[in-house]
């Protein structure tokens, strides 16, 4: 039987693998839904979020490779949340989250 994670999470003290777990718990959770822009996780971000340019140097090699990110706030190191991989960007760039 998979683990429910009890949310939010430490991200700092997962593995990656259960990074992933915690990342699906929270689609679930969720339902599919980015809670940064609103928009199904399994299709693109709003448009409001594809305009924002995102300065890619600012971001780990292979940051963008992964569709889904598990976001959370980098201060606290407690997880928030599945966004998309832009949306995670513009977070962070424009909000320090």
Known sequence: ???????????TKLTQPQRRKVRLQYITRQNGICPHC???LEGPPSGEVQVAR?????FPPKF???????HHNHR???T???VHAHCNAVLWQYHGQ
């Open 1 to 11: 039987m998979a683990r429910i994670w009890e949310l939010p999470v430490d991200y």
């Open 38 to 40: 609103g928009q199904p």
């Open 54 to 58: 995102v300065n890619h140097a600012l």
């Open 64 to 70: 963008f490779d992964h569709p889904i990110h598990l």
């Open 76 to 78: 606290t190191g407690l």
């Open 80 to 82: 928030i949340g599945a």
